[in-house]
T-cell receptor, first 114, second 111 residues
C-alpha cells in the first residue's frame, strides 16, 4: 500500500480564498483523522471519522472549517474563507481501529494564507 | 490547558549515549500512551506504546517507562544514533478521551 496520500503538499493562498485539502487513507482502515500542527498549539485533532461518518468535530476551530468523507477512500478538509491564522501543516491519518491503534500519517499539507 | 506536556523543546546527545525524553500528563482517564517520531517534511510515524497495566515496554533500542502515580512517562533510546535525530511526540488516550499529543521534543544526536 502507498500509505496515506495527501494533496496538495503545499498550498499558498490569499486571505478570503477557499482552500480544499485532500486525503486518501490506507485501504481497509475504518478510521480517518485530520490534524493541524502549529508552533503554538502543537498537533491538534480537528475531526475524525469512523466508517465515513464524522464522530467528533469538536476540534474544528470555527465554522469556516468543514470536513467530509464521501466514501472510504477519500476525505476533504475545507476552509472557507481562509485567514492568515489558518497557516499550519495539516495532517491526515488513518487507522484500523480507534485511538489505541497505530495511526498512519500522511506527509501533510503545508498551508500558507497571505 | 495542556493535558500532555513535553517540557523540553529540544535535547542534544552524543552518538552511542542514552537519550531520555520525558512526558507528563494531567488527565487521570488516560490509560494508553504512544510515542511518535517525526522527520522534517514527513508525517509522524508510530514508534512504541504502553498500556497503563504495564510500567515498561521495550522494542529494540527503544524503551518506554510509565509511572502512573507521577503521571509521567519517558522514552529511552540506547544507544542513540544520528538517524534518531527527529522530533518525538508523546500522545495519550483513554476512556472516551481522544488522542492528545504533546508539543514534541526535538532530539539531535551528534556523531
Amino acid at each position: 500500500d502507498a500509505g496515506v496520500i495527501q494533496s496538495p503538499r503545499h498550498e499558498v493562498t490569499e486571505m478570503g480564498q477557499e482552500v480544499t485539502l485532500r486525503c486518501k487513507p490506507i485501504s481497509g482502515h475504518d478510521y480517518l483523522f485530520w490534524y493541524r500542527q502549529t508552533m503554538m498549539r502543537g498537533l491538534e485533532l480537528l475531526i475524525y471519522f469512523n466508517n465515513n461518518v464524522p464522530i467528533d468535530d469538536s476540534g474544528m476551530p470555527e465554522d469556516r472549517f468543514s470536513a467530509k468523507m464521501p466514501n472510504a477512500s477519500f476525505s476533504t478538509l475545507k476552509i472557507q474563507p481562509s485567514e492568515p491564522r489558518d497557516s499550519a501543516v495539516y495532517f491526515c491519518a488513518s487507522s484500523l481501529r480507534g485511538f489505541t491503534d497505530t495511526q498512519y500519517f500522511g506527509p501533510g499539507t503545508r498551508l500558507t494564507v497571505l | 490547558d495542556q493535558q500532555v506536556k513535553q517540557n523540553s523543546p529540544s535535547l542534544s546527545v552524543q552518538e552511542g549515549r542514552i537519550s531520555i525524553l520525558n512526558c507528563d500528563y494531567t488527565n487521570s482517564m488516560f490509560d494508553y500512551f504512544l510515542w511518535y517520531k517525526k522527520y522534517p517534511a514527513e508525517g509522524p510515524t508510530f514508534l512504541i506504546s504502553i498500556s497503563s497495566i504495564k510500567d515498561k515496554n521495550e522494542d529494540g533500542r527503544f524503551t518506554v517507562f510509565l509511572n502512573k502515580s507521577a503521571k509521567h512517562l519517558s522514552l529511552h533510546i540506547v544507544p542513540s544514533q544520528p538517524g534518531d535525530s527527529a522530533v518525538y511526540f508523546c500522545a495519550a488516550t483513554g476512556g472516551s478521551e481522544k488522542l492528545v499529543f504533546g508539543k514534541g521534543t526535538k532530539l539531535t544526536v551528534n556523531p
